[in-house]
């Protein structure tokens, strides 16, 4: 079976930078994405990590270890509207995607 | 990045009708979509993968004779929901996945679309 875990919620300061992690236990893995989610609306493409090691994109970056069955998302110089809720997905052909973490960005 | 549209993005209907939604990819060639339902204040699940031209698979626990999926083009699959109760309530969303494609973030998703059954 598949196992996601990530964090219920987490709050932060606009301007801050915030991680959210995940932990993933699956029967495949061919990479892991990361995808924004406002309410009311689908899933956006934030990242794809296939091999080790971090990747950079803008204000958000995306580190991963297979070994350790782990990924972190992060946020830096927070801002009101990266408020949402972000989700951890498995790639294995299908996606498996973890509950989410809900992210409150506070002024 | 490529677009996947769905069809309707909205719709109120009565207990016991059926309801279908389409899926479309509109710049490339679909092989493989795949069909989630979403309830509130929860995260994705998996309904069922469609490859063109062949039976979808369903999840365990997904109704394949409710939701009946289609997958005629490689451009299109829809989702029917037959009977629909007021428990089928929910956001169910498409994504769509380009195997042929160069990049590695070669799922994308359909806006959604929102089922309400009174």
């Known amino acids: 079976g598949q196992n996601i875990d990530q964090p219920t919620e987490m709050t932060a300061t606009e301007g801050a930078i915030v991680q959210i992690n995940c932990t993933y236990q699956?029967?495949?893995?061919?990479?892991l994405f990361w995808y924004q989610q406002h309410a009311g609306e689908a899933p956006t493409f934030l990242s794809y990590?296939?091999?080790?090691g971090l990747e950079e994109k803008g204000r958000f970056s995306s580190f991963l270890s297979r070994s350790k069955g782990y990924s972190y998302l992060l946020l830096k110089e927070l801002q009101m509207k990266d408020s949402a809720s972000y989700l951890c997905?498995?790639?294995?052909?299908?996606?498996?995607f973890g509950a989410g973490t809900t992210v409150t960005v506070r002024a | 990045g490529a677009v996947v549209s769905q069809h309707p993005s909205r719709v109120i209907c009565k207990s016991g009708t059926s309801v279908k939604i389409e899926c479309r990819s509109l710049?490339?060639?679909?092989?493989?979509m795949f069909w989630y339902r979403q309830f509130p204040k929860q995260s994705l699940m998996l309904m069922a993968t469609?490859?063109?031209?062949?039976?979808?698979?369903?999840e365990q626990g997904v109704e394949k004779d409710k939701f009946l999926i289609n997958h005629a083009s490689l451009t299109l699959s829809t989702l029917t929901v037959t009977s629909a109760h007021p428990e089928d309530s929910s956001f169910y969303i498409c994504?769509?996945?380009?195997?042929?494609?160069?990049?590695?973030?070669?799922?994308?998703f359909g806006p959604g679309t929102r089922l309400t059954v009174l």
């Open positions: 710049d490339f060639q679909a092989t493989t």
């Open positions: 699956t029967s495949g893995f061919n990479g």
């Open positions: 990590n296939v091999l080790d």
């Open positions: 997905a498995v790639d294995d052909y299908k996606l498996s």
């Open positions: 469609s490859n063109e031209g062949s039976k979808a698979t369903y």
């Open positions: 994504s769509a996945r380009d195997f042929a494609g160069v990049s590695t973030d070669t799922q994308y």
